[in-house]
């Protein structure tokens, strides 16, 4: 799936319910120039008090980041809402799955509110659950269904979640990937997993951090028929990749890598699985969005740092650390676009009906859906607890 296949939504204008992306904003909103916006998300989160918890994703602009109660990648976030059965108002300041998840993993008298339901994720709209089951069904007649596990990352929507829960397979996160994968493999003879949505964390993991080849991996393309591949690769591979993958992550290279070693001497190269194959095998350590951010707080004064992940956070972590030399892994502007759309005016809009007892925006996972996105993750969390967030 790639954006051109979506309806163009023009500043989350429009409906596309089998998307990530979003639904009108009913209501007008205060003009990105008002001089008043911080005043008047401040008030509107005082007055709310402890009805409202924000959460705010890594990737957020400094704008809204400033009013999130807690801070953290999307499973995080996810948790500390759960942990909160207090709060009345969850407002996810991230993307549309992450509400999902909270919505999942919260109390049904909570309600979840997102910005801006134009808010999406690129990754996860490439994987719709009509294309899945699709795939599913053609692997069925190829014969190999009855081994393959289905294992979605945590950037994914909750009907995929679903799937994955409802057909024996489970979630992931970046940081526990290698964990899942290893479950996976122990819950079938000749096992093989479908590994949703991002084909980069799927190979990165079984390549570098669990021994396999690249030919044991083989990249599943839902616009294919038979997403492109003879019956005899789907029987040989291990791991089936769907072919997927991160706008932000994917636009790194190995070439900037090498062009930063040659000018930014004894620079480190930090990224995110999300990242290419061979920008991680060039890369000096690899980890999550959290293993990047403890990097750089344990780093000795002076060292040099070039980063691949969202440029929101890279400038936050070159802001909070002046004493590092940190650069970013590209040679243009990298923000996440879909991310970017919870500016201060969404905030500000979205607290300001709360204040006035209008819930807007509200994220609602139905309860079939909700049954077996929470049985993929609660097999996540039953996982040991061991991390694959090292170089």
């Not at 948790?79 to 919260?106: K, Q």
Request: hydrophobic share 45%; glycine share 6%.
């Amino acid at each position: 799936m790639t954006t051109t296949d979506l309806p163009l939504l023009v500043l989350g204008r429009g409906t596309d319910p089998n998307s990530e992306r979003g639904v009108d904003c009913p209501g007008g909103l205060p003009p990105a120039s008002d001089p008043d916006l911080v005043a008047r998300a401040r008030a509107a989160k005082d007055a709310l008090g402890s009805k409202v918890f924000v959460l705010g994703h890594h990737y957020q602009r400094d704008e809204v980041i400033q009013f999130a109660d807690v801070t953290g990648d999307s499973f995080k976030l996810a948790r500390d809402a759960a942990a909160r059965p207090d709060a009345e108002y969850i407002v996810f300041c991230g993307v549309h799955f992450m509400a999902e998840s909270a919505d999942i993993l919260t109390g049904p008298e909570q309600r979840v509110i997102l910005p801006d339901l134009a808010a999406g994720c690129s990754m996860a709209d490439m994987a719709r659950i009509a294309q899945v089951e699709d795939a599913w069904d053609a692997m069925v007649d190829a014969g190999v269904a009855d081994s393959v596990v289905p294992v979605t990352y945590m950037n994914s929507s909750a009907d995929i979640k679903a799937f994955c829960g409802r057909n024996g397979g489970a979630v992931c996160t970046s940081s526990n990937a290698q964990v899942a994968l290893e479950w996976a493999f122990d819950q079938k003879p000749d096992a093989k997993v479908l590994f949703l949505p991002d084909q980069h964390l799927g190979r990165n993991t079984a390549v570098l951090q669990m021994g396999m080849t690249l030919e044991d991996c083989v990249v599943w393309d839902p616009h294919r028929p038979n997403g492109g591949l003879t019956v005899e690769q789907l029987r040989d591979a291990r791991m089936i990749l769907w072919r997927g993958h991160c706008s932000v992550h994917g636009r790194f290279s190995a070439q900037v890598v090498d062009d930063l070693r040659a000018t930014i001497p004894g620079v480190q190269i930090l990224v995110h699985p999300e990242c290419k194959h061979e920008v991680v095998t060039k890369a000096d350590l690899v980890g999550s969005t959290e293993f990047i951010i403890k990097t750089i707080e344990a780093a000795p004064a002076g060292s040099s740092w070039a980063i691949g992940t969202e440029l929101n956070l890279v400038q936050r972590l070159a802001d909070q650390h002046p004493d590092k030399n940190i650069a970013f892994l590209d040679r243009t502007v990298c923000y996440c676009s879909t991310m970017n759309r919870i500016d201060l005016p969404h905030f500000v809009w979205a607290m300001e009906n709360l204040v006035a007892g209008n819930v807007v925006n509200q994220i609602q996972v139905d309860p079939e859906t909700e049954k077996w996105a929470q049985v993929a993750l609660q097999r996540m969390l039953d996982l040991p607890a061991k991390t694959a967030a090292k170089d």
